[in-house]
């Protein structure tokens, strides 16, 4: 490709001598020079011709001398560079010029062969800064792309590390959430195409962002269905917790979206939402034409067990004891212990709540009804969540202990036989 150089002085020969100089460069279309008398005219050529790589300008010109030419330059936002050529080659204009943006500061009587290396050293730094923002331009190019498809913390890791895309993965502690929109297949069932897509887009388009405003990843959608994890692919301290402040976020954003379609006469269900923490292998799975950005671990079969169990104890987020276990502070209550179909051992389950919630006179009447549960006081148990179910008979879940101690049991041991 041909170098475009510009040359602003008004000495008469020097056009001549230039051409001279770098005919074989001329001929072999290397360089290409315009000539400029003064600065004025010099800018009046960069405005017609946009593709001007270096201006050789000297410093004493009429109308417009090269130090102002040097400053109208700076406004230029591209990769061209300017050099000086003067003979006003003093202390002070070379710094003037330098720092008014110069690249370079040559001496007259000119010395051809050091302005061929100025020439070639300058243009060297002139495809640095444009291999660099080819790079960036890349980057964000890839990371757009990719931003169609992925959580925006996973497409930045993938636009910026190629390695990443390489298969294969490493074990470390993440949160895992499950969310599922009851009923949603009777919806599908009895709804035109065009009243259900939409719909779906626009509660899909919301959890996702969500998920992404927790610094959260979203591995896979299913139907109406989200799987996110938390603490990858960046490492977060903090995951277990954002999972549940994301949780909570999409509850109440859950619970004013079926509001709305309720009023325009859609019944769409519950958004019930599981999250658990743990060890997993989180990495590409896959082969050569397709990869899966996901992780392997019993944590997630338990996140998912929590999300299902929720429609058992009418709550709408069950969290794992050992995502509370991360989070100090937490607010919330508990649910039950669990053991939930796989597994033998119980796992305690909570209901986190917002902070309202949290501080309600009801929540501390719960807590203490199931208190008595867990000290295997089961008469007392009765009693005290009798008395709460007759003031909140609105809480399933209290309603759910109630009824089973009703029914005999003693304790908040509870197994769930499906998935």
Not at 284 to 309: C, M, P, Q, W
């Amino acid at each position: 490709m041909t170098t475009r150089i510009l040359v602003a002085d008004d000495e008469p020969d020097l056009e001549l001598l230039i051409t001279q100089k770098f005919r074989k460069q001329i001929r072999d279309g290397q360089f290409s020079f315009l000539f400029a008398h003064d600065g004025e005219e010099a800018l009046a050529l960069l405005a017609r011709q946009d593709d001007i790589d270096l201006v050789l300008s000297d410093i004493n010109m009429p109308r417009m001398d090269g130090l102002t030419l040097l400053e109208r330059l700076a406004e230029n936002k591209g990769d061209l560079k300017a050099v000086i050529v003067s003979a006003y080659g003093d202390m002070q204009n070379i710094r003037t010029a330098m720092n008014r943006g110069a690249f370079d500061f040559l001496t007259k009587p000119i010395a051809f062969d050091d302005l061929h290396a100025i020439i070639r050293k300058t243009l060297a730094e002139i495809e640095r800064l444009r291999a660099l923002r080819r790079g960036r331009d890349e980057a964000e190019r890839v990371r757009s792309v990719l931003a169609r498809y992925f959580s925006p913390n996973l497409a930045d890791r993938l636009a910026s590390d190629p390695r990443f895309l390489e298969l294969g993965g490493e074990r470390r502690p993440v949160t895992f959430m499950f969310t599922d929109l009851s009923g949603f297949t009777s919806l599908v069932e009895s709804q035109p195409p065009g009243g259900v897509v939409p719909l779906l887009n626009s509660y899909l388009d919301q959890l996702t962002q969500i998920v992404f405003q927790h610094e959260g990843t979203v591995v896979k959608v299913l139907g109406d269905a989200v799987y996110a994890m938390f603490g990858a692919p960046e490492p977060q301290a903090d995951h277990a917790q954002q999972a549940i402040a994301c949780a909570l976020a999409i509850d109440a954003f859950a619970r004013d979206f079926e509001t709305q379609q309720q009023a325009e006469g859609l019944a769409l269900g519950v958004t019930r939402i599981g999250v658990n923490s743990g060890s997993a292998i989180i990495g590409n799975f896959g082969g050569k034409l397709f990869f899966d950005y996901t992780a392997h671990g019993d944590a997630i079969n338990v996140a998912a067990r929590l999300e299902s169990a929720n429609k058992h104890f009418g709550t709408r987020i069950c969290a794992s004891g050992a995502t509370v276990a991360e989070i100090p502070g937490f607010k919330g209550r508990p649910i039950a212990e669990l053991v939930v179909m796989g597994r033998k051992e119980a796992l305690q389950a909570h209901e986190p709540l917002c902070d309202a919630a949290f501080h309600a006179p009801r929540t501390a009447a719960y807590t203490r009804a199931y208190a008595l549960l867990a000290a295997g006081d089961a008469g007392a148990a009765r009693k005290a969540f009798a008395t709460y179910v007759g003031e909140h008979e609105d809480d399933p879940l209290a309603f759910f202990h109630l009824r089973r101690l009703l029914a005999g049991e003693s304790s908040p041991r509870v197994a769930l036989n499906e998935k």
